[in-house]
């Protein structure tokens, strides 16, 4: 029963870091690709950054050179750590798994329960 739990959200102010971590059960990281998104009220989801099985790390313009993806095999554990955050990145942020083994666009199939990031002016 592939499942994904996520932790790590909270409140913080501008220009503050959180990371979040996303731990996977029944599905092997390595083997799978792995997608953050985040989706604020009255707003479109969006892809934030993913990373495939070879290590490949994709990160969405809007936090490039702010946020890192990361994963530790041996802990089935995905993480995402976001430094130098805006108001514009408050919203719910998912974990999300794609096991057809690609990582070329922003589709999933298991997705995580999301965990709420506020970011105060």
């Known amino acids: 029963q592939a499942q994904l739990m996520e932790s790590g959200g909270g409140s913080v102010q501008a220009g503050g870091s959180l990371r979040l971590s996303c731990v996977a059960s029944?599905?092997?990281?390595?083997?799978?690709?792995m997608l953050w998104f985040r989706q604020a009220p009255g707003r479109e989801r969006e892809g934030v950054a993913r990373?495939?099985?070879?290590?490949?790390?994709f990160i969405s313009d809007s936090v490039k050179g702010r946020f890192t993806i990361s994963k530790d095999n041996a802990k089935n554990t995905l993480y995402l750590q976001m430094d130098s955050l805006e108001p514009e990145d408050s919203a719910v942020y998912y974990c999300?798994?794609?096991?057809?083994?690609?990582?070329?666009?922003?589709?999933?199939?298991?997705w995580g329960q999301g965990t709420q990031v506020t970011v105060s002016a």
């Open positions: 990373i495939g099985p070879s290590g490949y790390r």
């Open positions: 029944g599905l092997d990281i390595d083997k799978s690709c």
């Open positions: 999300a798994a794609w096991r057809i083994f690609y990582c070329s666009d922003w589709n999933a199939d298991t």
